[in-house]
């Protein structure tokens, strides 16, 4: 005989049907040697057309417990006597709004409590909005309970998009996930394993997956899927400086069920990604990082976990431009005038980190400036001394006939650094830099290294300037030094000329990895480098803006 599933569910209009059928169960069961549970069983009775609880249905002695007052929950979905998702989907809500508000109460700093939704709550809610019959429009209601407290946690003000908190493209970025994109992630995963399932009686059943009106998710799956398929016709395509052959592509035609689930959800998301891009471009303040010309920083939780609270609100407000500047102060109407304080001039800020005039005379950004070079020069001074001394080969290796020898491997760091082993380097901190008596000049370079022996010369010249202008600033600074090398390569000495950018809210420019790479600095090392460089540069501006009203600069030597 076949088995019997625990969950039992009755429909009739008269009561003896229903015991008719109770008493050829139970015979069966009987015969069969089997069992029935009814406590992990529900009994529904309609009665022309109504759910009434008039009758009651036992077996094996038993009464079946009704659906009415007991919910049962299959495939983590629960069902009741009405059989729709509205109770289901008000728990949800219950659910999110008394997740945030017992997470506000843990008494945690900020940062652990978006630690905690993103990996405590953010899971749990998943497998339900991918369930239930859910409007998008009721996922975006729960997404601005969440980002109103995500906000709060981070120090940041109500104005502050929430693009800064799930864009993958921005120039910062954070780990924090969307609830509407992890709907729409989870619609589309499961119209794909319907449509995909080895049962012929499920991919012909139709189901149908409701989204409301805002958002179709068949709609959706459509239009990923076409996109795929038309990336297939077009092939392979490399991004930036990449080679042929450099991007595997996994394509829709070979792809298995499983592969093609992946690129649908990977699509969807892109589509999202695409439509906050989009909206940043759109915004004035809040979307001008679209124009910078500077890398992407990524933040990990181990990384915001380490941050200073007050820091990291800086970093965040300070990229999207939602800090009280006497500029946008005026523009909240929170101040009549938007004048700087230290020159009267219009303060954004862009002027207050930097373009204020009295804030340069006074050193301001100078300070800043050799927070910056400090870290450049002390790796630069490392790498210089773990380059090992050059030894004489004193031996001969021989080969026997027939057998084969591997051609020495070259060291992962392989730079201009280590064409020579007499390197000497000068920078341009404490003590005024002397440029090496190759050529009389009056020019200097933040760093200088050079070696006597094989007649060879590094120049950097570091730059801290604000993100839209990094481009402009390489071109000056390479400008200005190439008179003094072209001279320096007369003297029969080979040259390097490398200016380097690193924006004033801590984002470098390509031209840092660039530098790093070329003297030898590679993987993790070069990645580290890169992100000192970055978060001195980052607290040194936030010094800057804690001290933007103060008549007088003196930086402690905490900051230093």
């Known amino acids: 005989s076949r088995g019997f599933m625990d969950d039992l569910t009755i429909t009739t209009q008269t009561h003896i049907q229903a015991r008719w059928i109770l008493t050829a169960l139970e015979e069966t069961a009987t015969w069969a040697r089997m069992t029935f549970k009814p406590k992990k069983s529900r009994a529904l009775v309609i009665r022309k057309g109504k759910v009434t609880q008039q009758f009651e249905l036992t077996i094996q002695g038993e009464t079946i417990p009704t659906i009415i007052g007991n919910p049962i929950k299959c495939l983590g979905k629960w069902f009741n006597d009405t059989l729709c998702d509205k109770a289901n989907i008000k728990k949800v809500e219950q659910q999110v709004e008394e997740g945030m508000r017992s997470i506000d109460k843990t008494g945690l700093p900020g940062k652990f409590k978006a630690w905690i939704y993103q990996h405590g709550l953010l899971p749990r809610l998943t497998w339900p909005l991918m369930l239930y019959e859910i409007t998008a429009t009721t996922v975006e209601k729960l997404e601005r309970t969440i980002n109103k407290n995500l906000r709060k946690w981070l120090g940041l ?46 991919r012909m059943a139709g189901v149908q997956v409701k989204t409301g009106r805002k958002w179709s998710a068949s709609r959706a799956v459509d239009a990923a899927e076409s996109k795929l398929k038309h990336k297939e016709v077009v092939g392979a395509v490399c991004i930036g400086h990449e080679g042929l052959g450099t991007r595997s592509s996994c394509f829709w035609k070979r792809a298995s069920d499983a592969e093609r689930r992946g690129l649908v959800q ?17 915004m004035g303040c809040q979307g001008a990082w679209t124009r910078w010309e500077t890398d992407n920083r990524s933040l990990s939780w181990p990384e915001i976990l380490r941050y200073p609270p007050y820091q990291l609100s800086f970093l965040l407000r300070a990229v999207y431009d939602v800090l009280p500047s006497p500029a946008n102060l005026h523009r909240w109407n929170l101040k009549d005038m938007p004048d700087c304080s230290l020159c009267g001039k219009r303060g954004t800020l862009e002027h207050v980190l930097s373009s204020c005039q009295v804030a340069l005379t006074q050193g301001r950004y100078t300070w800043r400036h050799n927070q910056v070079l400090r870290e450049f020069a002390d790796t630069l001074e490392k790498e210089r001394k773990a380059r090992p001394k050059k030894k004489k080969r004193t031996s001969i290796q021989f080969v026997r006939e027939g057998e084969t020898i591997s051609k020495a491997k070259v060291g992962d760091r392989s730079g201009i650094l280590d064409q020579a082993d007499d390197w000497k380097m000068a920078a341009d901190l404490g003590t005024r830099l002397t440029f090496p008596d190759i050529v009389p000049t009056n020019l200097r370079p933040d760093i200088v290294l050079w070696s006597l022996g094989t007649k060879k010369l590094i120049a950097c010249e570091l730059t801290v300037p604000w993100e839209e202008r990094c481009a402009e600033a390489h071109e000056r600074k390479k400008a200005k030094y190439e008179d003094l090398l072209t001279e320096c390569r007369q003297q029969g000495w080979s040259t390097w000329n490398f200016p380097v950018e690193v924006g004033a809210r801590g984002f470098p420019a390509q031209s840092v990895w660039r530098l790093f790479s070329s003297l030898g600095v590679t993987g993790r090392s070069r990645k580290a480098a890169v992100q000192r460089v970055a978060q001195a540069a980052e607290k040194a501006s936030c010094w800057v803006w804690t001290r933007r009203d103060a008549c007088s600069w003196q930086p402690t030597t905490t900051t230093q």
């Open 157 to 202: 003000p109500p104005s502050f998009s929430s693009i800064g908190f799930y864009s993958s493209t921005a120039k910062l970025q954070i780990p924090l996930t969307s609830v509407m994109e992890e709907f729409k992630v989870g619609k589309a995963r499961l119209i794909m394993t319907l449509k995909g399932s080895r049962d012929e009686k499920v």
């Open 266 to 282: 990977k699509e969807i998301r892109a589509e999202e990604e695409e439509q906050r891009r989009t909206k940043a471009v759109e």
